[in-house]
């Protein structure tokens, strides 16, 4: 059987990437061969995963040099003259081996007013919204984020400023700001504005082009944009 | 700076991009088709002076990029230098002035 030749970061911000050989097998993904290294070879090796079905978002790595979900990624469609190289995610502290610190990540979430707040009561009957309404709509091309952080990574913008809110906490308040039940729209509108905020999105459409889940955070970002330009317009409060 | 002004930038640099676009375009044409014979700087000046329509095209040519411009610089001194802030906006201001100062002066120079 064939070897895969992995080479895996080792360590925090300050490491060195060491290599392992893996047994090449039918349908592997790259968390496979992850899993296969931390049961095998050697036990100290850290890393994350819970659904190993492209669910939970927690599995997410650097495959040569790519943002990847690694439980949906088959070595196949990855591996270079059967090699392979795993990091952890860019645009995010390393704590150890393929771990990062997503609390800065999911912290943006909340900065973008990432949180639904109704006005309804228990009293009160459901809201009716119309599966066709433009809003729905809007609000449905954006809501099944899995908050892998691929999108994160893969943002330039991101890189260069950090506190950018990002793809992922931008597309969040989107799909809030398409909901007839929430009630913080300005303030919202007010939180993604400005230059660490929807308006530093340059539309280079890595977090895009990278989604594992085929989402357009950028279209999220240019919705933003229109929106918090009517909201200025109109002089809301 | 206020979520306000933070739009009111983004709306200006888009709708000067828009002038921009046509302005560079109807510049370029028109420069190619004036001179494709050859002109001299006394040709050129003696057909454009006293000419209001130009006049009043190239002024909005350089107000539009002494806005565009530096809210684009703006970007680019954050991304690039990490500078952010007043002191940043300031420079930028000054910038403009500038920008707008010495693109008037060179319009009122060809066109008044």
Known sequence: ?237 | MSARVETLLWIAQRATAGVLAVCVAVHLVTMTYAIRGGLSAEEILSRTRGSTGWLVFYALFVVAAAVHVPIGLRAALAEWFGWRGRSRDAALAAFALALGGLGMRAVLGVFS
């Open chain 1, 1 to 237: 059987m064939n070897s895969l030749h992995v080479s895996v970061w080792r360590g925090g911000a300050q490491g060195a990437f060491q290599a392992f050989e893996v047994p090449r097998r039918a349908s592997q993904t790259v968390l496979d061969v992850v899993s296969y290294i931390q049961r095998s070879l050697d036990p100290t090796l850290a890393y994350r995963f819970a659904c190993r079905v492209g669910m939970c978002g927690s599995c997410a790595m650097t495959v040569n040099g790519t943002a990847r979900w690694t439980c949906r990624t088959h070595v196949d469609k990855v591996a270079k003259e059967d090699r392979i190289e795993i990091a952890p995610l860019r645009n995010l502290p390393v704590i150890r081996d393929l771990v990062t610190d997503m609390r800065e990540f999911f912290d943006k979430w909340a900065r973008a007013k990432g949180q639904f707040r109704g006005a309804a009561t228990r009293h009160d009957g459901f809201a009716r919204i119309r599966p066709d309404s433009t809003e729905r709509r809007r609000a449905d091309a954006g809501i099944e984020c899995i908050g892998c952080a691929v999108c994160y990574a893969s943002c330039e913008v991101v890189q260069r400023i950090p506190d950018y809110l990002g793809p992922a906490a931008l597309n969040r308040a989107w799909t809030l700001v398409n909901d007839a039940r929430d009630v913080m729209r300005a303030e919202r509108l007010r939180a993604v504005a400005g230059d660490a905020g929807c308006h530093a999105c340059h539309t280079q459409m890595g977090c895009t082009e990278r989604c594992p889940v085929k989402l357009a955070p950028t279209a999220s970002i240019a919705g933003l944009k229109r929106e918090t330009a009517r909201w200025m317009m109109r002089g809301e409060r």
